[in-house]
């Protein structure tokens, strides 16, 4: 294990892969020199060249184009976008494309695209750059959506994502960039799709979070301690696929589920956790599932704004208290 940050985990693990396997490249906007915003890719230009790491124009559609042109080719291309925001700008190649190819092709076409890139609060970029946008993408068949919260799980979550022979929607969290994590130096180290980490345990009231608010969850856990509530912390790692037996098994023990995360409540994948695992656990359930999330409104650009906008730690350990009365 090496205490790296969690942009160093990134960058590694990418280093990692194209060492191993010359059909992985990278291409997006600013990385050959200056690594992209978050210096991601700094250096790679260096050791593997242009030709596997380098600038595109600023055209989001053009570079998923040119990624799955690439990936259907029998390439490996990893495509950075500078904020996941910009996702918008090439939906109709996204959803339209990427991810049908596959099934169009009866599955005989291998898709080994990633498309990875950061999202979220904690810098006051406001409604076009601090949004979270992973929920939507678990609406359409063909997609994959990874959402590291640590060190660890990004270099696992990465390197499976780019050893995938499907698209991978692959989120990092710009304001954990800078934080330190104890990361694996095994350059085989992988984090199966679909396998939730268990980040805390507890008896009383079942808390799924992801990205940024794993970190927040664990903290209100921490608060509800003080108070005699045992919270269990479930980080679900990926969206597609889903642990939603992780989460099951976590409600049959503790009777009570609140979903916390930085998208909007409203159709976030809270609402989606919540109605499945009423289906799957209603009789366990001593109280209705409680979803925090986002405001209906577009994120300020003041960070004191932002943060009445977005759930904060105050607001879980309310939420999971409240589900302590029927």
Same mark, same amino acid.
């Given at each position: ?46 050791? &593997? $060249? ?7 124009? !600023?055209?989001? *559609? %053009?570079? /998923? +184009?040119? @990624?799955?042109? #690439? ?33 169009? &092709? $009866? ?7 990633? !498309?990875?890139? *950061? %999202?979220? /609060? +904690?810098? @006051?970029?406001? #409604? ?199």
């Amino acid at each position: 294990m090496s205490k790296k940050t969690y942009a160093m985990a990134v960058r590694d693990t990418l280093q990692s892969e194209m060492r191993r396997d010359d059909k992985v490249f990278i291409m997006g906007e600013d990385i050959e020199v200056l690594g992209g915003i978050f210096g991601c890719t700094r250096g790679l230009a260096d050791e &593997f $060249g242009v030709e596997r790491c380098f600038n595109t124009p !600023i055209s989001e *559609q %053009e570079m /998923i +184009g040119a @990624g799955l042109g #690439a990936a259907c080719a029998g390439m490996r291309p990893i495509v950075e976008l500078m904020y996941m925001d910009f996702t918008f700008v090439a939906m109709d190649q996204i959803i339209n494309q990427v991810a049908k190819t596959r099934y169009i &092709f $009866g599955g005989k076409a291998k898709i080994p695209l990633v !498309i990875r890139g *950061q %999202e979220g /609060i +904690g810098r @006051g970029n406001a #409604a076009t750059h601090s949004q979270s946008v992973e929920t939507i993408f678990m609406h359409f068949p063909g997609l994959k959506v990874a959402c590291p919260s640590t060190g660890e799980d990004v270099a696992g979550l990465l390197r499976t994502a780019i050893r995938d022979d499907n698209p991978v929607m692959f989120f990092e969290h710009k304001a954990l960039y800078s934080t330190k994590f104890e990361v694996p130096d095994d350059p085989d180290f992988m984090i199966p799709f679909g396998k939730a980490r268990i980040a805390k345990e507890g008896k009383d009231v079942t808390i799924v979070a992801n990205l940024l608010y794993v970190s927040r969850a664990l903290e209100a856990a921490k608060e509800l301690e003080k108070e005699g509530i045992s919270a269990e912390v479930i980080d679900p790692r990926t969206l597609v696929p889903f642990d939603y037996d992780a989460v099951v098994n976590s409600v049959k023990k503790t009777g009570r589920l609140v979903t916390v995360h930085e998208a909007h409540r409203t159709a976030g994948w809270g609402a989606e956790v919540a109605a499945e695992i009423t289906e799957r656990a209603f009789p366990y359930l001593d109280h209705a599932p409680i979803r925090l999330g986002t405001k209906q409104c577009p994120l300020p650009f003041a960070l004191n704004l932002e943060n009445e906008a977005t759930p904060q730690i105050k607001e879980i350990v309310q939420a999971a208290k409240a589900t302590m009365y029927k």
